[in-house]
């Protein structure tokens, strides 16, 4: 049989929760468990094909619109997925709560997000197929690991529902709780540079942990990133104290236009996953000359192929580039890994919230890094198996831990019963 002449026989989507630890951010905290979905392609030869995406219930309705799209092509069938889907996936009214913190949750992009997810586990079908790895069928890899960076984030010790136990990490409020981590999850991992989720406290208290982390590693780069909790005031009076810290200066202040006049001020490079998400951004970025480092994502931004188109107008503009992260586990790790390592000018280490993630649903448990780097695979497609064991554990989860839709400010209020939710908070 011709490769060509292989189908698509069955799709399926499965629901997943895995336990997430009481992370802090401008919206509030995060919820104990994290959704996801896993997606299978099985085909025609009894191959398989596995992607990971978002799980919440606008996306899970898409993926099902999306399901028997796939059936019947090739998994070589690229163009005519990704126009079905563009032709029967529309906005979902109402979905997603975190629009501006999670640009990945907006229904305005569920066509994107169902792009990405078939185009992985069709990609990871080629791969198979082929004998390669799928960043062999992006162009080939120009470096042998993906460097990823340290996530840190302010931290409770554990939810206030206690739905389980407290995690390894502790408590994270302080300068010295932030440096503790960042020991821990360096010691761990070998990151070679540091990112700290903020816009949780006053700018004050977390340019105080920028210092104390610079002190304790003063050869890392470090980016810190508000969610755009400061307003643009609070934003242009931190620059001058952070230029002398900061690697980039991350989504500080809300909106283009904000971010744009900020740039005036500040020396930092100003980067981004919030305000430039859509082709209509970049170009409007480019004519404000506002943002100088994209963090992409193949989740939401249409796929591996987008995400290696948008790093050439990137190079086109003069731009760097780097990649967000959500909680996720193994699949979209190595869908990264190879997406990057494909990539010439991806040349700021990755996020990754992968090491806050204790759980996994691919065969042989967690990825492992080298020196903060992921290695990347050799082995065809997507170098990963599906455990169908843990598939059905974290489906179990899913089906009894009761969340449908993330909501970090609805969980902040079992804490703080006052608290706002507003933005720019500070």
Known sequence: MRNKDIRITHARVTPIAFRDGPLLNASGIHEPWALRSIIELETSDGRLGIAETYGDAPMLLALEQARALAVGLS????NVMEQRVRASIKPVQGGGVQFELAPGSHTAKNAEKVISALEVAMLDLQGQ???LPI??????????????????????AEHVDKPYAPDAWGEAVTPEQLVKQAQAMVGQYGFKS????????????????????????????????????WSLQTSIDAAPELDE?????EDPTPGLEGMAELSKHCRSPLATNMVVTTMDEFRRNASLNAVKILLSDHHYWGGLRATA??????????MGMSMHSNSHLGISLMAMTHAAAAIPNLTYACDTHYPWQEEEVIKGGRIQFEQGAVRVPTAPGLGVELDPAKLVELHQQYLACGIRNRNDLAQMRKYQPGFSGISPRF
Do not use: Q, W
Request: contains cysteine; aromatic residues 14%.
């Open 194 to 229: 540091i990112k700290l989720k903020g816009g949780v406290f006053t700018p004050a208290e977390e340019i105080a942990g920028i210092k104390a982390l610079r002190k304790a590693f003063p050869t890392h780069p470090l980016r810190l990133d508000p969610n755009a909790n």
């Open 245 to 249: 810290l900061l690697e980039y200066y």
């Open 309 to 318: 188109s948008l790093a050439r107008m990137c190079e086109v503009f003069g």
């Open 135 to 156: 960043c062999d069928l992006l162009g080939g890899a120009v470096r042998d690991t993906v460097p990823y960076s340290a996530y840190l984030f302010y931290k409770y």
């Open 129 to 131: 197929l082929l004998n």
């Open 75 to 78: 998994p070589f069938d690229l």
